[in-house]
């Protein structure tokens, strides 16, 4: 399998806690330009994740940039978990705890029957501590100078909403929605409608489609991938041939 990073690649990356999808970006860009020599190359990814959230994560290059859009427009997965009794001004654990509950009270069975009320198409408000533009500048630019800002609700798709493994106050969860939805809101409403308060302790988005991230390259293979220079070698057959492998764009 030959490589052409110019001519358009599409790459699965499982992103590491810690990291923001731009950095992932512009670490390939870096590595492609040592090891490749390709000064200039067009390489933007297809739907942002937290830095405290791992998993998948489509990069496109060259050409391929152009259909980013597909690829963000499709259905995403994610498994995590949430914490019962307390709330954060960004809904996980980028900040300290704002508000606490108490949570000897809560049942399985009210959990189980307030998450039947977050499946269908609903409104959701992103939270201030998000990517999103306010005027120009990014959410998270406004919040961490506690400057009050008006964040417009949007309409967005829940398909699967599953608790698993609840040992309140933490409960695991699996996801299935549409673009746009924001798992850390969705958290933050879910102990809302318990009179509680909820946020993300971990995140992890697992498909992106029909794309997995079990078939995602980690930081660590893309970097041996590149230095290589062995289109051959066994892990290059994590970087997708979209005309090929994506039956979901057709």
Same mark, same amino acid.
């Given at each position: *399998?030959?490589?052409?990073f110019?001519?358009?690649?599409?790459?699965?990356?499982?992103? $590491?806690?810690g990291?923001?999808?731009?950095?992932v970006? =512009?670490?390939?860009?870096?590595?492609?330009?040592?090891?490749?020599?390709?000064?200039?190359?067009?390489?933007?990814?297809?739907? /942002?994740?937290?830095?405290?959230a791992?998993?998948?994560?489509?990069v496109? /290059?060259?050409? *391929?940039?152009?259909?980013?859009?597909?690829?963000?427009?499709?259905? +995403?997965?994610?498994?995590g978990?949430?914490?019962?009794? *307390?709330?954060?001004p960004?809904?996980? *654990?980028?900040?300290?705890?704002?508000?606490?509950? $108490?949570?000897?009270?809560?049942?399985?069975?009210s959990?189980?029957?307030a998450? +039947? =009320?977050?499946?269908?198409?609903?409104?959701?408000?992103?939270?201030?501590?998000?990517?999103?533009?306010?005027?120009?500048?990014?959410?998270? !630019?406004?919040?961490r +100078?506690?400057?009050?800002?008006? %964040?417009?609700?949007?309409?967005?798709?829940?398909?699967?909403?599953?608790?698993? =493994? %609840?040992?309140?106050?933490?409960?695991?969860?699996?996801?299935?929605?549409?673009?746009?939805?924001?798992?850390?809101?969705?958290?933050h409403?879910?102990? +809302?409608?318990?009179q509680?308060?909820?946020c993300?302790t971990?995140?992890?988005?697992?498909?992106?489609? !029909?794309?997995?991230?079990? !078939?995602?390259?980690?930081l660590e293979?893309?970097?041996?991938?590149?230095?290589?220079? =062995? $289109?051959? !070698?066994?892990?290059?057959?994590?970087?997708?041939?979209?005309?090929?492998?994506?039956?979901?764009?057709?």
């Open positions: *399998m030959q490589f052409d110019e001519a358009g690649e599409v790459l699965l990356i499982d992103k $590491p806690i990291w923001t999808s731009f950095d970006v =512009n670490h390939l860009r870096v590595l492609i330009r040592r090891h490749l020599h390709i000064p200039k190359l067009k390489v933007g990814h297809a739907g /942002t994740l937290d830095p405290l791992s998993g998948l994560l489509i496109c /290059t060259g050409k *391929m940039t152009k259909q980013i859009q597909l690829y963000q427009d499709q259905e +995403k997965t994610y498994t978990t949430l914490r019962l009794g *307390m709330t954060t960004s809904y996980d *654990m980028e900040t300290e705890p704002d508000e606490t509950f $108490p949570t000897d009270h809560l049942k399985q069975e959990l189980q029957e998450r +039947k =009320n977050f499946i269908g198409t609903i409104s959701q408000f992103p939270p201030i501590y998000s990517a999103i533009k306010i005027d120009g500048k990014r959410a998270f !630019n406004y919040a +100078k506690q400057q009050d800002v008006k %964040i417009d609700p949007r309409i967005v798709t829940i398909r699967r909403f599953e608790l698993a =493994n %609840i040992q309140i106050p933490d409960v695991d969860f699996v996801i299935d929605c549409s673009k746009g939805t924001y798992i850390r809101s969705l958290a409403d879910f102990g +809302k409608s318990l509680n308060g909820a993300l971990a995140l992890r988005r697992t498909h992106i489609g !029909n794309f997995s991230v079990e !078939n995602a390259l980690s293979q893309l970097r041996e991938l590149l230095a290589s220079q =062995n $289109p051959q !070698n066994s892990i290059s057959q994590k970087v997708i041939s979209v005309q090929e492998n994506d039956s979901s764009l057709t």
